[in-house]
């Protein structure tokens, strides 16, 4: 079983940074896969960023801008986002994607962007 808690939401002006965490209790290996999803009302879970074995992988929407990263020692994976933009505004899910052991999701963190 594994929990995720994640940090750093909240709101920012266009241009800005941002920093989101996402600890995670239990076991995490170099294998599993960590990342990001984002959601808006009224539409489907967007893809935003993960990490497994070290290599990340953007969507087209976010390359360039933001980056992740994590920290298995801490199993701790971490999203920084710069350059942001009133359409990155979504409530941001952390989640856990386990070689062996399933999926665990966060209960998500707010980001808005906007003047």
């Known amino acids: 079983q594994v929990q995720l808690v994640e940090s750093g939401g909240g709101l920012v002006q266009p241009g800005g940074s941002l920093g989101l965490s996402c600890a995670a209790s239990?076991?995490?290996?170099?294998?599993?896969?960590m990342g990001w999803y984002r959601q808006t009302p009224g539409k489907e879970r967007e893809f935003v960023a993960r990490?497994?074995?070290?290599?990340?992988i953007y969507a087209d929407s976010v390359k360039g801008r933001f980056t992740i990263a994590a920290d298995n020692a801490k199993n701790t994976v971490y999203l920084q986002m710069n350059s942001l933009k009133p359409e990155d505004t979504a409530v941001y899910y952390c989640?856990?994607?386990?070689?062996?052991?399933?999926?665990?999701w966060g209960q998500g963190t707010q980001v808005t962007v906007s003047s």
């Open positions: 989640y856990v994607q386990k070689i062996v052991g399933g999926d665990y």
């Open positions: 990490i497994g074995s070290g290599i990340p």
């Open positions: 239990g076991t995490i290996v170099r294998s599993d896969v």
